[in-house]
Nanobody
């Protein structure tokens, strides 16, 4: 049974940076693309970023492109999300997730493409 545990959330000011980390246990981490999603208050869970199983390719939502950076360490079974130039509208619960197809060439952005999720970590950005 694969388990994902996020950490690193907190309360920051606009313009600050924050690094989220997701530790994955169980399964074969290095064979799966990984993604980050977020859910803001009163909104649906939305795609933020994804990284291929090799770590070479990445994909970002337009709203975070150039500010957020996803990376992974297949030796440590972790995937990180570095968030810079944070804005109040980035306030949300952030979730990491594992793609449901091993060795996929696609970097998918829909929730149904991911079959394992963490419990989430709260990020609050004050203005």
């Amino acid at each position: 049974q694969v388990q994902l545990v996020e950490s690193g959330g907190g309360l920051v000011q606009a313009g600050d940076s924050l690094r989220l980390s997701c530790a994955v246990s169980g399964g074969t981490f290095s064979r799966y693309a990984m993604g980050w999603f977020r859910r803001a208050p009163g909104k649906e869970r939305e795609f933020v970023a994804a990284i291929s199983w090799t770590g070479v390719n990445t994909n970002y939502a337009d709203s975070v492109k150039g500010r957020f950076f996803i990376s992974r360490d297949n030796a440590k079974n972790t995937v990180d999300l570095l968030m810079t130039s944070l804005k109040p509208e980035d306030t949300a619960v952030y979730y990491c997730a594992r793609d449901n197809i091993p060795l996929s060439r696609l970097l998918r952005t829909t929730r149904v493409a991911y079959d394992a999720w963490g419990q989430g970590t709260q990020v609050t950005v004050s203005s």
